[in-house]
């Protein structure tokens, strides 16, 4: 920077003692000005090229990039569940509504022609590995739009990171605590956990089962329902009996289970995972002593079904075990999810058990939400997608109901509102942002779950109040 | 009273299946000084391996057989192949164990990454309900305290009448000693971790039996138990062992059934700390007190 500073002659500095300043080359001051003024217009020449030049650079990285994709740059939707360890099968379920999804969307020009990837999140179901994962995915994940999930066991610990970073995130976890959220970038579009417990009373004082006992994992997601169920049970008229929490993956639970027949229930409401109710049962069956088994949205999955049975036979299972689930029928958009699922095989494992299943539609719909959100707000930053779920998910007059992605992105095009109904059904986020509806509630027959009967959402909201 | 012996009868099974495997994790570590934290990931394997061959339509014994040999010989080969090198390299204690604890992850996660992150059943049933004694047992709960009780008796046998068993003893407590007294020192070991890796193996397969449910964390799940019933018993001792499992299994169905029942576990290393506290070297301490452990 010399030139800058103009003629310096450092022969001429005088020593006067007391200051040694440089003396410029002609020393009268209108020089000095033209020097200042030619000095600063060079280093305004300089930076102005310096900046140029780094944008040509970017540019060209970003064309090269675009030009070697062939396509706009990619956007990702995380899946912030775990993957591997004992409840690996949240992460499993969350392959099963993104990748599909992604397929569809992609197919059908990605979201504003930009390609959509899911982009696993392994929080391994602990808030210690978890938190961990969630910051290196915040930090170096390019184009995130929106994550779906966390679960029950992490949501406490990530939530407020990925909200942190202004990125919406869409939940099918049951923590009752997340009921009343005032949390702007926190959705919920699967019902809390204590909707299930209610679902379960419910239909136990329907089938006149007014003894109840329960057998649930002590596990911060298994105890989320049994508030819920309690206040509701005995709201109904029923008498819990026995009240049992039990630390999980035990090799035998015989001295619980004689305590439950000696306490002789009509029914037992169960949430646990597959090892511990599949020893459980075998114990019951042991003792000789079958009885109505009554389990939340937790035991509605493949896994459960299949270790228990094991446990007690198929006859029993058929003729004892009745689970609650959300239930939705199938709805326009059921059939091309079950299409992209089945086309998903290569990245979905299991792919077959998940058809129609609420746990993958819900994470489904909810890229859903984000590209159609993104569509309609003409952006891909994830605060401005954020303001555009409920635009696209609530009913509204004037609204055009589109059941798919393709029907979507046209009515916005055309310059109409839209109410998407996807999937799982209609979403429609109360102030809090969580969605619920109705409740099927289901028997397992010959390895296939068969609809025993439904709760409304009329009749739920009864029982709950 | 009717109670309490139902509950003894449920915790036998429970000892049962930890004897099996606190005698072996006991083993390697009187043996090889060794706190062995794979060894609930060779269980989780052999159980696996079971699986595959059970799978395959063969009879759920064969495969128990198989699972209990591939453990034995994977057992073998990480001594071998890791273990000793890394004592050799004069790694203490600590180190040790985070090299077993590494080992005993990549093991669990390679079996994940196989066989994916859900659980699997073996093909059998427990058979009928048999009353014996105020107690009830499945037919498969009784084979597995059978195959325990023997266990037991082949290990005593092999320990007190044989001369492998002597000089496992002599090693255990001193193996230099062993070694100037003409004992093939690096030949009992490795005996001595076959055996205890087919101890592992057939831990896991019969856990998984009684259990009916596999994954991948099944045999590590397990493991705090057993480490519990060995420490209790007195490491290095296989009587201790022995002992240890039956404190174990039975005070838990007993707390489980008359305290609650998510004490089930905790009394379990309530008696732990008890037992160290006023025996810091187990029940059974002699191997510990010549190794002097907790001191």
């Known amino acids: 920077m010399h030139g800058i500073r103009g003629a310096i002659d450092r022969s001429a500095v005088v020593d006067d003692g007391a200051a040694r300043r440089p003396r410029l080359l002609g020393t009268s001051s209108g020089r000095r000005r033209r020097v200042r003024t030619v000095g600063r217009l060079v280093l305004s020449c300089v930076s102005v090229a310096g900046l140029a030049l780094v944008g040509v650079v970017a540019g060209a990285t970003e064309s090269l990039a675009a030009g070697a994709s062939g396509s706009k740059a990619p956007l990702t939707v995380a899946m912030d569940v775990a993957f591997t360890g004992p409840?690996?099968?949240?992460?499993?379920?969350?392959?099963?509504?993104?990748?599909?999804?992604?397929?569809?969307?992609?197919?059908?020009?990605?979201?504003?022609?930009?390609?959509?990837?899911?982009?696993?999140?392994?929080?391994?179901?602990?808030?210690?590995?978890?938190?961990?994962?969630?910051?290196?995915?915040?930090?170096?994940?390019?184009?995130?739009?929106?994550?779906?999930?966390?679960?029950?066991?992490?949501?406490?610990?990530?939530?407020?990171?990925?909200?942190?970073?202004?990125?919406?995130?869409?939940?099918?976890?049951?923590?009752?605590?997340?009921?009343?959220?005032?949390?702007?970038?926190?959705?919920?579009?699967?019902?809390?956990?204590?909707?299930?417990?209610?679902?379960?009373?419910?239909?136990?004082?329907?089938?006149?089962?007014?003894?109840?006992?329960?057998?649930?994992?002590?596990?911060?997601?298994?105890?989320?329902?049994?508030?819920?169920?309690?206040?509701?049970?005995?709201?109904?008229?029923?008498?819990?009996?026995?009240?049992?929490?039990?630390?999980?993956?035990?090799?035998?639970?015989?001295?619980?289970?004689?305590?439950?027949?000696?306490?002789?229930?009509?029914?037992?409401?169960?949430?646990?995972?597959?090892?511990?109710?599949?020893?459980?049962?075998?114990?019951?069956?042991?003792?000789?002593?079958?009885?109505?088994?009554?389990?939340?949205?937790?035991?509605?999955?493949?896994?459960?079904?299949?270790?228990?049975?094991?446990?007690?036979?198929?006859?029993?299972?058929?003729?004892?075990?009745?689970?609650?689930?959300?239930?939705?029928?199938?709805?326009?958009?059921?059939?091309?999810?079950?299409?992209?699922?089945?086309?998903?095989?290569?990245?979905?494992?299991?792919?077959?058990?998940?058809?129609?299943?609420?746990?993958?539609?819900?994470?489904?719909?909810?890229?859903?939400?984000?590209?159609?959100?993104?569509?309609?707000a003409h952006s891909t930053d994830p605060a401005t997608i954020n303001k555009y779920i409920m635009a696209v998910t609530a009913p509204g007059k004037g609204k055009k109901v589109v059941y798919s992605y393709q029907a979507g992105v046209k009515a916005l095009k055309a310059g109409k509102k839209i109410q998407y109904i996807g999937a799982s059904g209609p979403q429609i986020f109360n102030k809090w942002h969580n969605a619920f509806g109705e409740y099927g509630v289901y028997k397992y027959v010959n390895g296939k779950l068969v609809l025993a009967g439904t709760i409304s959402a009329a009749e739920l909201a009864k029982a709950e109040s | 009273m009717q109670s309490l012996v139902l509950y003894i009868g449920f915790g036998l099974v429970t000892a049962s299946i930890l004897c099996i495997g606190a005698i072996g994790f006991t083993l390697q570590f009187g043996i090889s000084n060794l706190f062995n934290l794979a060894f609930g990931a060779t269980m989780t394997l052999a159980a696996f391996i079971a699986y595959v061959c059970n799978a395959a339509g063969l009879s759920i014994w064969v495969a128990l057989v198989l699972g209990t040999v591939a453990a034995s010989l994977l057992s073998y080969l990480l001594n071998r192949g890791l273990f000793v090198p890394f004592k050799g390299r004069s790694s203490n204690l600590f180190a040790m164990i985070m090299v077993t604890l590494g080992v005993g992850l990549v093991i669990q996660y390679s079996i994940e990454g196989i066989w994916g992150a859900t659980n699997f059943s073996y093909n059998m049933t427990q058979g009928s309900s048999e009353h014996f004694a105020g107690m009830v047992f499945t037919n498969t709960q009784l084979v597995v305290i059978g195959i325990a009780v023997a266990e037991a008796v082949v290990v005593h046998s092999l320990l007190r009448y044989t001369k492998l068993g002597k000089a496992m003893r002599a090693v255990a407590v001193n193996d230099r000693l062993a070694r100037n007294c003409g004992i093939p020192v690096r030949r009992v070991v490795d005996a001595t971790w076959l055996l205890s890796g087919a101890l592992s193996g057939l831990a896991g397969v019969v856990l998984v039996m009684d259990v009916q449910v596999l994954n991948s964390n099944s045999g590590s799940d397990f493991l705090i138990l057993i480490v519990a019933a060995a420490v209790v018993g007195g490491i290095g001792s296989p009587y201790g062992a022995m002992l240890g499992s039956l404190v174990i299994g039975i005070v838990g169905e007993i707390s489980a059934g008359f305290v609650n029942a998510e004490f089930k576990d905790i009394a379990a290393f309530v008696i732990l700390v008890a037992v160290l506290l006023l025996r810091p070297t187990g029940i059974i301490s002699s191997v510990a007190s010549a190794k002097e452990v907790a001191r």
């Open chain 1, 87 to 376: 409840t690996a099968i949240d992460g499993i379920a969350e392959a099963a509504g993104c990748y599909p999804a992604i397929r569809i969307i992609n197919a059908n020009g990605g979201i504003l022609g930009h390609p959509v990837k899911c982009l696993a999140v392994d929080t391994r179901g602990d808030p210690s590995d978890a938190i961990p994962a969630v910051e290196k995915m915040l930090a170096t994940t390019s184009g995130l739009i929106g994550v779906l999930g966390p679960e029950s066991g992490t949501a406490t610990a990530t939530v407020p990171l990925v909200s942190k970073a202004h990125i919406p995130q869409i939940s099918q976890n049951g923590l009752s605590l997340f009921d009343h959220n005032t949390n702007p970038y926190f959705w919920r579009n699967y019902p809390a956990d204590d909707v299930g417990g209610v679902a379960l009373a419910y239909w136990a004082h329907h089938m006149h089962l007014d003894r109840g006992a329960l057998f649930f994992d002590n596990s911060v997601a298994a105890q989320g329902s049994v508030p819920a169920l309690l206040r509701t049970y005995k709201k109904l008229g029923g008498k819990v009996v026995l009240h049992l929490s039990v630390a999980p993956d035990g090799t035998s639970y015989g001295a619980e289970i004689h305590q439950l027949i000696q306490a002789k229930p009509q029914v037992i409401f169960t949430e646990s995972d597959p090892q511990t109710d599949a020893t459980a049962f075998s114990n019951l069956l042991e003792l000789g002593k079958p009885l109505p088994i009554y389990g939340t949205n937790a035991t509605v999955i493949p896994a459960w079904l299949k270790a228990v049975t094991k446990a007690i036979g198929p006859a029993n299972m058929a003729k004892y075990y009745r689970g609650v689930e959300p239930y939705a029928p199938a709805y326009p958009g059921t059939k091309a999810f079950n299409k992209a699922l089945l086309a998903s095989k290569s990245e979905v494992t299991t792919v077959k058990t998940w058809i129609g299943q609420e746990y993958a539609t819900t994470p489904f719909d909810a890229v859903m939400d984000f590209a159609l959100a993104a569509t309609e």
